[in-house]
């Protein structure tokens, strides 16, 4: 039996070589992209084992998640499970580890298996279940600010935000400590916006430009007081102008006029000059004042101040009426 071993070894090595040859010639050419993937994939999780034995989380689910893309398995969620667990993310660690688990393709071996159940185990004692209810349903929860649509919640162990918000209602907002293995209901019930009533109450209204602002004096008096000693001032002037009229009645009367015929003309006549020259000076005097009184009262921002020019022997006013 011995001297026959070498004989059916090289038999063995030649079906082997042969079953080899044929396997390869029956697979197409994009297979040795695959042998490529599958030589940078057996790299990554060697350098992911090793960055995993020296307690480099980070990098070692980094490079545990790159060999993942290239093939999915329960390898490769057992790894990401692992550190997720050393990582302190029990929640997301739990999830992989039942993955892995799960998972059909390159299966965990029997120790690998009761190595995950293992770590499963241990995570479910950091987690802890909330359940959340909130009126109105329609609303949107947020966790630790990150939309949830579920409202039964497995979270870390550790103070957790929760917020919650709905079109025409206050938003309301709810911490809770969660602890392992410890369950917690938390009800919403926000409350309807209360639509904007008007504000009563008295406010200044901003002031209209267009609008005439009042003078802080009488100005209808003061017209009134200008307007009154114009008429005199006018009928002061219409008296002087008949005693002018009377006084040329008697002095151009024809010589042998008969006495009685100018007696009438000549006593108006200074009369008439007297009254007029009064009423005349009066009505200037109580015009001038009025205008002065204008000129030293607040004017009216809607209204010029009166002008009053004199310029030889004419008297001007300029105002608004």
Request: net charge neutral; aromatic share 4%.
């Amino acid at each position: 039996m011995r001297a026959h071993l070498p004989v059916l070894v090289v038999i063995a090595m030649l079906v082997a070589s042969v079953a080899a040859a044929q396997s390869s010639a029956s697979v197409p050419a994009p297979r040795a992209q695959t042998s490529d993937q599958g030589v940078e994939y057996r790299q990554l999780i060697e350098e992911a084992l090793v960055e995993f034995a020296a307690s480099r989380w980070h990098e070692a689910r980094s490079l545990f998640e790159l060999a993942h893309r290239l093939r999915a398995s329960a390898r490769t969620l057992r790894g990401l499970g692992l550190t997720s667990f050393e990582q302190g993310q029990y929640v997301r660690a739990a999830g992989e580890l039942r993955a892995a688990l799960e998972h059909h393709d390159n299966p965990l071996t029997e120790k690998q298996r009761a190595e995950v159940q293992g770590a499963l185990a241990k995570a479910k004692r950091f987690i802890g279940v909330v359940q959340v209810e909130i009126v109105p349903a329609d609303a949107e929860l947020f966790v630790d600010g990150v939309p949830s649509s579920s409202r039964t919640l497995e979270l870390d162990i550790g103070e957790h935000a929760l917020q919650v918000r709905a079109n025409d209602h206050d938003p309301a907002r709810q911490s809770v400590n969660v602890e392992g293995g410890g369950r917690y209901a938390v009800r919403f019930e926000l409350t309807p916006q209360r639509p904007s009533r008007p504000q009563l109450g008295l406010s200044q209204a901003p002031p209209d430009r267009h609008a005439p602002t009042q003078a802080s004096g009488p100005t209808a008096l003061q017209w009134t007081a200008l307007c009154a000693s114009g008429a005199v001032a006018v009928g002061g002037g219409v008296l002087l102008g008949l005693a002018a009229a009377a006084k040329h009645e008697v002095e151009a009367a024809p010589d042998g006029t008969d006495l009685a015929d100018v007696q009438g003309a000549k006593q108006r006549a200074p009369v008439y000059g007297m009254v007029g020259g009064v009423l005349l000076g009066t009505g200037l005097a109580g015009a001038a004042a009025s205008v002065v009184w204008m000129l030293v009262s607040p004017a009216s921002t809607a209204r010029e101040r009166p002008q009053l020019s004199v310029s030889g022997t004419t008297l001007q006013l300029h105002a608004s009426f």
